[in-house]
């Protein structure tokens, strides 16, 4: 569970505002970085590093398949999904939490019966998840 600790003090926030307004606020964003760095803080050198290039590569991924979808996913999203790699550190478990977070946003899909919803909570909601099993 530690690894998204930084998470579950910024989730109401983002969850809200992602369902309210169909935003994620760069200042929670933010908030969330800035938490999750100082979680880091105390950890080896590698760990850090692979935890920052996965993220960099998740967010590299997102913002191309945001340009290939137009817009299908939006960039709140796409750097949620960023930080979300930093806090887990870990490609396979990013991996399992993407997919529970496609199966969740898959149900909503279709328990609304609209085309776009917010993926917001899907994605902490597949994160911590992760976390629990860890």
């Not at 569970?1 to 969850?15: D, E, S």
């Not at 169909?22 to 100082?38: D, K, Q, S």
């Not at 750097?79 to 969740?104: N, P, Q």
């Amino acid at each position: 569970m530690i690894a998204c600790t930084p998470l579950l003090f910024v989730a109401p926030w983002i969850m809200f505002s992602d369902i309210k307004s169909r935003r994620i606020p760069n200042l929670a964003l933010l908030v969330l970085w800035a938490l999750t760095e100082i979680s880091h803080i105390g950890e080896s050198w590698r760990t850090q590093f692979d935890s920052h290039g996965l993220a960099i590569s998740l967010l590299l991924g997102g913002v191309l398949v945001n340009l290939v979808t137009q817009d299908a996913i939006g960039m709140g999203d796409v750097k949620l999904i960023s930080l979300i790699g930093l806090m887990i550190g870990r490609t396979d478990f990013v991996v399992e939490a993407l997919t529970y977070s496609a199966i969740l946003g898959l149900i909503w899909v279709a328990v609304a019966r609209k085309r776009s919803i917010p993926f917001a909570p899907s994605l902490i909601i597949g994160a911590l998840l992760v976390a629990v099993s860890l």
